[in-house]
């Protein structure tokens, strides 16, 4: 079955503790991102690869890394997690030569930091 | 500076009654135009997209989407709701030559039996 493939899905951790929220795809996508959602926000994207060892940032990529090692997997990582990215977090991809903004999500990693 | 408003945060109808949802964007050029759900503990889900071509569009699940560039609206419709049909729907805006989306703040339907 084609899908994205998040984990953790659900995380508390507390401030200043690296973690990682691992995502992976088996559809062969180049394109890859991760957004954060927010209520009264919407989605907002926090960084984006458009190929392997190809990495931007988005619209809110402070307190966030990524990287992008091998075409399947695009791991978010915050080096030291606050209060304020305690979020919705959804990494997306798209297929490859397909149309810009034609995005397959995955269900999502629930963060709380405290 | 492009923007999407999706001017109702939530709606309830009665499951059979019809459906519009609103979306109102703001973009310098022909945009690429999206809905996507999100059914409640899921990601987002393509509902229907907008490219160029027939301004009526329509998507998965009896959902259909018509373009109005006079009045750079998207809105949403279904001719009849089912209780599934509750969720959280977003609009989104997107460029011809980037994967850049600018999403709206979405909309819950909620439905009644």
């Known amino acids: 079955e084609a899908q994205v493939t998040q984990n953790p899905r659900y995380l508390i951790t507390v401030t200043g503790k690296k973690l990682t929220v691992t995502c992976s795809q088996n559809m062969n996508h180049e394109y890859m991102s991760w957004y954060r959602q927010d209520p009264g926000l919407g989605l907002r994207q926090i960084y984006y690869s458009m190929n392997v060892e190809v990495t931007d940032k988005g619209d809110v990529p402070e307190g966030y890394k990524v990287s992008r090692k091998e075409k399947r997997n695009f791991p978010l990582i915050l080096e030291s997690p606050s209060p304020n990215q305690t979020s919705l977090y959804f990494c997306a991809s798209r297929a490859t030569g397909g149309v810009p903004g034609e995005l397959f999500f995955g269900e999502g990693s629930r963060l709380t930091v405290l | 500076a492009q923007s999407v408003t999706q001017p109702d945060i939530h709606i309830t109808v009665s499951e059979g009654a019809s459906l519009e949802l609103r979306c109102n964007y703001s973009y310098g050029a022909t945009p690429y135009l999206f809905w996507y759900v999100q059914s409640p503990g899921q990601g987002l889900q393509l509902l229907l997209k907008?490219?160029?071509?027939?301004?009526l569009v329509q998507g998965i699940k009896g959902f259909e989407a018509e373009f109005k560039r006079s009045q750079s609206s998207f809105n949403l419709r279904k001719p009849s709701v089912h209780w599934s049909d509750a969720a959280e729907y977003f609009c989104?805006?997107?460029?011809?030559?980037?994967?850049?989306?600018?999403f709206g703040t979405g909309t819950r339907l909620q439905v009644f039996p």
């Open positions: 989104a805006v997107g460029a011809r030559n980037t994967d850049k989306l600018i």
């Open positions: 907008y490219f160029s071509g027939d301004t």
